[in-house]
């Protein structure tokens, strides 16, 4: 059964530098997200993207966040310069085209420590 | 913004009893989807059931099924034969059938299951 993975599975960073999430959506999904997930506590909507642009975003997601479909498979979160309260579990997300778009399968996520 | 409320942090079930989830729900929206996620201690979460607002059935995969009382704004799910693998945090989620993507998410019970 198709699934959407994540890498890499754990990511340590010094607060200030740069991290890229990556995520492999199911190949045939059209509709990619990101969601996060504070230790403790709810899963956070952040992003959603569609045909090669942004159609939804949470306050969350600010200006040091960003995301890229950088080729035929790959879906990247982008945060630029990391802050302490940016770590959290990082869940990727993709669903299908309009029958099936309701559904959204997540990854295994990433879980981002900023020191 | 939509609400999803879970009021119990913890459950536990004695294995094969069965056990329900509570889940409730405020929207102004008339259609909409409301799904049940899984997630075990590998963190990856999954998807166990989904119900269409439109749809006066509960839907049923299984051992789980769900009393979607749309008059109530209410969604709970219900575990038949609890097994040990049931044991997981369960997330309750919105997504509007109109107005976005983004899924809005309760803050979970975690359910141990007792052997």
């Known amino acids: 059964e198709p699934e959407v993975t994540q890498t890499p599975s754990h990511q340590v960073t010094q607060m200030g530098q740069e991290v890229i999430l990556r995520c492999v959506p199911i190949s045939n999904h059209l509709y990619f997200y990101w969601y996060r997930q504070i230790l403790g506590q709810k899963v956070e909507f952040l992003v959603s993207?569609?045909?090669?642009?942004?159609?939804?975003k949470s306050e969350i997601f600010d200006d040091q966040f960003s995301v890229e479909r950088p080729d035929g498979s790959n879906f990247t979160l982008k945060i630029r310069s990391t802050k302490l309260e940016d770590s959290a579990m990082y869940f990727c997300?993709?669903?299908?085209?309009?029958?099936?778009?309701?559904?959204?399968?997540f990854g295994p996520g990433t879980r981002l420590l900023v020191l | 913004a939509q609400t999803v409320t879970q009021s119990q942090p913890e459950m536990s079930v004695q294995e094969a009893e069965t056990v329900t989830l509570s889940c409730t729900y405020d929207?102004?929206?008339?259609?909409?989807?409301l799904f049940w996620y899984k997630q075990p201690p590998s963190r990856q979460m999954i998807l166990v059931i989904r119900?269409?607002?439109?749809?006066?059935q509960n839907a049923t995969e299984n051992r789980f099924s769900v009393n979607f009382q749309k008059a109530a704004k209410s969604f709970s799910l219900k575990i038949s034969d609890s097994q040990l693998g049931d044991a997981a945090m369960y997330f309750c989620a919105y997504r509007s059938a109109w107005s976005g993507n983004q899924f809005y998410f309760g803050t979970g019970t975690s359910l141990t299951v007792i052997p």
């Open positions: 997300a993709s669903s299908g085209t309009s029958g099936g778009q309701e559904t959204q399968y």
């Open positions: 993207f569609y045909n090669n642009e942004i159609s939804e």
């Open positions: 119900q269409e607002a439109y749809k006066q």
């Open positions: 929207t102004s929206e008339s259609d909409y989807y």
